[in-house]
């Protein structure tokens, strides 16, 4: 059997498997992506972070594209959370009368989405074929070098590479390849029953398109509208409600609203989607591990393939497509001779650790604030003394360092870029007895700093402020965002 070769081969065409694969094109380098299904096809996973759709897509060159696509603008979060009995609302805006160019992101059907992305792989020359399963992987030695999988008319076949990335989703087949264990955290777990509904009721103007999520004795509903009418509506229950929810997923998911007043109110005139994609009742369980190893000798793990944090904060997508920049860098940077592969790897594994670490850390706070009647919010608009609400006073913070596309916001954004940092380190620093133990620490502190540098080179590119290195004696991103460079301060 003839192998044919590439310098890179990508198992998967979801969120990251695509950025991967166009970011690593995007540097001249001959990608291979083979995605099991034919797109477009149905994925969970539909609301997306500032990050991801103003960051990394930007990045990749989409950005009229999703504009285009008209997908629902989603300007922060409603929370029916914790102690206080009304709902509550952020926004990434600083306020909502004054939203910045990029204070927003989109409630996405990801079955579009995903195929935007993977067709913009197509279009940064990346050869995709679809309907083709990837069975294992090929290795030499320590190294793997190469895949093999199955196509569509069930053809065999092997392919080789200079570097192999499992971007195959939480179901991977290969992620136990790069050696190390997948871990299942023990505080998440927890199950997922999921469907869509035709005429649900919105939120109030201006935040119809936010993602509403509301907390009861039983667990928490996810509500995000996908279109004028269309709303998944989710529920994350214990896992030990997992026998009653497999039973029979309709008369528990039923219950399970009934159980919720806010949700049922908001479905009073609403219809459940009975066919089609949005048909099925899904259930997913156990869905918040790590891997313990991210990368061996010619293999790197990007996306929920690598590790996946409970949905609250709409995470996913946004560490597949981290995941997948951080990745490609490695990459770039190593094909081009510039770096070797062990210092190149250490940091795209430091960073995306320290990344998932972040959002861990941050939704066992947010969870035991459930039961603590302190909020994490009050505690923002304690530090950031401004006249908005507690919530939008935190996320203000992270939405000021998004904004900005034109000359004259960019030079904005550098400004709300120092008062960010300050602010965090405000946070991190204060002696106050009642601070969360979040802003204390020194992981959350740089990644919240560090999320605004993606996103300020997205937009400022060369102009971007010198940026230090997250790790002593690291590296740093090139000017242009897609290799690493050494760090010359
Ligand atoms: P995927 O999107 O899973 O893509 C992997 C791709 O690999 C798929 O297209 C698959 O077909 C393909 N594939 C699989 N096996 C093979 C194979 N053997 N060969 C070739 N191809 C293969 N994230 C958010 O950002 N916002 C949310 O609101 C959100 N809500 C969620 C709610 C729930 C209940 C859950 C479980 C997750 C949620 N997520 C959310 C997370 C989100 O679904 C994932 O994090 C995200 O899809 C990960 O992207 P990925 O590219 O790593 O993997």
């Given at each position: 059997m003839s192998v044919e070769t590439f310098d890179v081969v990508v198992a998967g065409g979801g969120p990251g498997g695509s950025t991967v694969a166009a970011l690593v094109a995007m540097q001249g380098h001959r990608v291979l992506l083979l995605e099991?299904?034919?797109?477009p096809r149905y994925q969970i996973g539909e609301s997306l972070l500032p990050s991801t759709v103003h960051g990394v897509c930007r990045l990749l060159g989409v950005t009229d594209e999703l504009a285009a696509a008209k997908f629902p603008v989603k300007r922060g979060g409603t929370f029916r959370w914790g102690a206080r009995p009304e709902p509550w609302t952020f926004s990434f805006a600083v306020s909502p009368r004054m939203t910045g160019p990029t204070s927003f992101a989109y409630q996405v059907e990801r079955a579009r989405f995903d195929e935007i992305l993977l067709n913009n792989a197509k279009s940064k020359g990346v050869t995709v074929r679809e309907g083709c399963s990837v069975t294992a992987v090929v290795e030499e030695g320590d190294r793997v070098t190469g895949l093999r999988y199955t196509d569509s008319d069930g053809g065999e076949h092997e392919v080789g590479a200079r570097f192999v990335i499992d971007?195959?989703?939480?179901?991977?087949?290969?992620?136990a390849s790069v050696g190390g264990t997948r871990e299942y955290s023990e505080f998440f777990r927890s199950l997922a029953l999921f469907g869509y509904f035709e005429n649900g009721k919105r939120l109030p103007e201006p935040y119809s398109g936010n993602i509403l999520s509301v907390a009861f004795d039983s667990g928490w509903f996810w509500y995000i509208p996908l279109s004028d009418t269309l709303t998944s509506v989710g529920v994350v229950v214990r896992r030990e409600m997992a026998e009653k929810i497999q039973g029979d997923r309709e008369k528990a998911y039923n219950a399970l609203i009934a159980e919720c007043p806010l949700i049922a109110e908001y479905l009073s005139d609403a219809r459940r989607v009975t066919t089609g994609n949005y048909g099925e009742l899904r259930v997913r369980k156990d869905y918040s591990y790590h891997q313990?190893?991210?990368?061996r000798p010619g293999m790197i793990l990007v996306g929920d393939a690598a590790c996946f944090v409970d949905p609250v904060f709409s995470s996913g997508v946004h560490l597949a497509t981290y995941s997948a920049l951080l990745a490609a860098r490695s990459i770039n940077s190593v094909l081009a001779g510039d770096l070797d592969e062990k210092t190149a790897f250490d940091e795209f594994e430091g960073r995306y650790r320290r990344e998932y670490g972040v959002f861990y850390e941050f939704l066992v706070s947010f969870y035991q604030m459930n039961v603590n009647e302190e909020s994490y919010f009050w505690h923002a608009k304690k530090v950031t003394n401004n006249e908005h609400t507690e919530f939008e006073s935190f996320v203000d913070l992270v939405g000021g360092v998004a904004s900005g596309e034109t000359a004259l916001a960019a030079s904005r954004l550098a400004e709300r870029s120092a008062e960010f940092a300050g602010a965090v380190d405000q946070m991190a620093g204060g002696d106050d007895g009642d601070m969360v133990p979040l802003f204390k620490s020194h992981v959350v502190k740089q990644v919240m700093q560090e999320g605004g540098q993606v996103q300020m080179k997205a937009v400022l590119?060369?102009?971007?402020a010198p940026e230090e290195p997250v790790f002593p004696g690291g590296l740093v991103s090139s000017p242009d965002g897609m290799k690493w460079l050494p760090y010359r301060g």
């Open positions: 099991k299904e034919v797109f971007a195959s989703g939480n179901k991977s087949r290969l992620h313990t190893k991210f990368w590119g060369e102009d971007a």
